[in-house]
């Protein structure tokens, strides 16, 4: 039985094919090649070789041998037909099947399966279709497509392969590189698989760095589908967007505070910290901040000198050493003075044993004086106290006027001279007189222009009958006068100008007790007794002013001690004037038991300050002038000290010099004038210094 199957193929007309008895006719329109191909791979050839598909129209069986040898052999023709260059038995053009013959300079499909195998191609139609035909455009040379249209292989399979026009441009595979293509109204796109260029449709791979993505001064290098970013220093990030806080891995120690800059930090270190991650303390001492041969301990943020025994001061800058000072002695050996020369040559010996002599301590130069003046030593003659004292004993008292400004001069001169040993450091001119110049005009002038210097004038009153007055004077403040009683007052008064102010060893002493005794007895005039209460009135105001710490108390007396007010009493400055001013005479009693008022304060036991004073304001008519002597001795050994105030033309000054330890304890006040007793209130407030201070601060 003959079988026939219809075989379309890419040609119109075809020749037939003839294997011996074998006949193949292939009519221009019949099954598709799968069919036939598909049949041929699940039948069996019958007895006589023969396959049928079965009847279909008139058309014939094909009469051949076993079915796959017949493909093979259809395949090999066509084969030969390529490589012999001989023309196949199936007339296809040579142009034509260039596509799907087998030859090493022929580009093929992307799966090589749809050019050299025909079931799979067949049978994979729609993915062969997909594939890209490298030649394709072999093929479409000359094709007649409109410019928005594309040449395609309409059937991809090798042996019936068909060119088409078609407005899906896609159908050409344009898009390269295993791309995407998306058909538009007006053409097509490529969608590039990752890291190819969609500009020349995904053929070449595409510049990650074209963009420039690299901020901050980045430098881009391309990779595939890919970039890397090599960032400038202090940046990072894929784009080195990120400024790199350095500031992140806490760099700065011991609580310093970190600020971030590009590429770097700074440290703000707490104080005692130094260098750039704040990690090295700060050695305080390495600049040598002690002085004065003081040694350095370094702390935290700080040090601590170690100062010798000298020196005091965060950095030992205080010098707690009395010293250096130039000291000129200016002693009044005048008439007034003949039989007072030796207290003054003793208060001079006194205070050269209390100092060190030398270059860098304290120098003495003496001058005596009268109506002329004579250099007995120069400050810088001598270093030894003992050759000082020798020379004092020399001085004599002579009848003679006093002519202080002379010897003013003289001393002056010595403390500016370096010829005379003058070191131009502190300087005082201590001057032993009574305050009763002869030239005491020209004493006063040549005394502004000393202090106007800067060198100081100290005053003590030395004599029979003491001018206050002069004194305060010349020294120019109350300060500087003194009592031969008080030379350590005046001692400690210059080791604490000659020491750092801030030194301790002298103290400023303010707690004195005053207790005034006023005489009221009957036998004196109203007008002599108002001289009496102003002179009053003026010790408190002047001492008050002068140092308000002092503690005052009041009696009045003629036979017994009237209590006015006690030196308790929390009054101020203005009711205790008040008070005293109220006091009248006792118009009973005509007599003055001043012992017995002495003996009442005394015994009284009032007094608790370490400087105790007794003030005795009265005309002095006493008539138990040896018992008041006797008190006013007691009252010394109990370290209370009697002074005198003289108001009133009718006070006897002869009595007061009598009975009290010296006269400069007895201040005068006449027609109003109560300067001198700015004296009595300097004696309120003095130093004490430490006994060993030069021994301590070596």
Known sequence: MEQHVKIQTLATNVNVYQAGTQRLTVPQVGVSINEFLTEMSRSRLGSNDSLCHGNIDDHACIHFGKGDEFVRQVFHELSNAHNAEVEAPWKIQRHEAHSFLTSPTRNRRSDPRCNTDE???????????????????????????TSTQACYLSTPCPAHYILGCSDNQCL???????????????????????GW???????????????????????????????????????????????INECASFPCQNSGTCTDHLNKYSCSCVPGYTD?????????????????????????????????SRYEGSVCEKDCRPGPADIVFVVDTSDSLQNDVNKSIDFIVRFISKVPIGRNDFQIGVIAYNYNSTVLFDLDDYTSASDMNAVLTTIKGKEAATYTAIALQQAHEMLTTFSMGSRRTTSYIVLLHDGLSTDRNNAFAEAKIINAMGIRILSVGIGQSIAHREMLTISNSQYYTFSPHHL????????????????????????????????????????????????????????????????????????EPDLVFSLSWSADKDNRIAAALQINIDNHISTSNTSHALQHVRLDKQFSAFRKIVVIVSNGM??????????????????????????????????????????????????GNFKALESLATMTKYYS????IFSKRQ
């Not at 993915?127 to 094709?143: D, T």
């Not at 005198?644 to 009290?660: F, H, K, P, R, T």
């Not at 210094?689 to 060993?692: A, E, G, H």
Request: with cysteine; aromatic share 8%; glycine share 6%.
């Open 119 to 145: 079931v799979y191609c067949e049978n994979n139609k729609d993915s062969c279709m997909v594939h890209n035909e490298q030649s394709r455009e072999y093929f479409c040379m000359g094709n007649t497509c």
């Open 172 to 194: 050409s595979f344009p898009c390269h590189n295993g791309a995407t293509c998306h058909d538009t109204s007006t053409g097509f796109t490529c969608q590039c698989v990752p």
């Open 197 to 243: 260029n969609p500009a020349d449709y995904c053929k070449t791979e595409k510049n990650e760095c074209a963009s420039n993505p690299c901020q901050n001064g980045g430098v881009c290098t391309d990779k595939f589908n890919d970039y890397s970013c090599s960032c400038h220093p202090g940046y990072t990030g894929k784009i080195c967007q990120t400024d």
């Open 276 to 308: 750039s991650s704040c990690q090295t303390d700060l050695n305080e001492c390495q600049s040598v901040p002690c002085l004065n041969g003081g040694s350095c301990n370094d702390l935290l943020n700080a040090f601590a000198c170690d100062c010798t």
């Open 488 to 559: 350590d007052d005046m001692y400690n008064q210059i080791l604490k100008e000659t020491v750092h102010s801030d030194c301790a060893d002298c103290l400023l002493e303010e707690e004195t007790q005053i207790v005034m005794l006023l005489d009221n007895n009957k036998n004196q005039t109203i007008e002599n007794y108002n001289d009496r209460l102003a002179a009053t009135r003026n010790i408190i105001e002047k001492v008050l002013t002068y140092n308000p710490h002092t503690k005052i108390g009041m009696y009045s007396y003629s036979e």
């Open 622 to 671: 006493w008539t138990d002038m040896d018992e008041i002597k006797k008190e006013v001795s007691y009252s010394k050994q109990d370290g209370i000290e009697v002074v005198g105030v003289i108001a009133g033309e009718d006070s006897v000054m002869e009595n007061y010099q009598a009975v009290l330890n010296d006269p400069s304890q007895v201040f005068y006040t006449d027609d």
């Open 689 to 692: 210094c430490d006994d060993n």
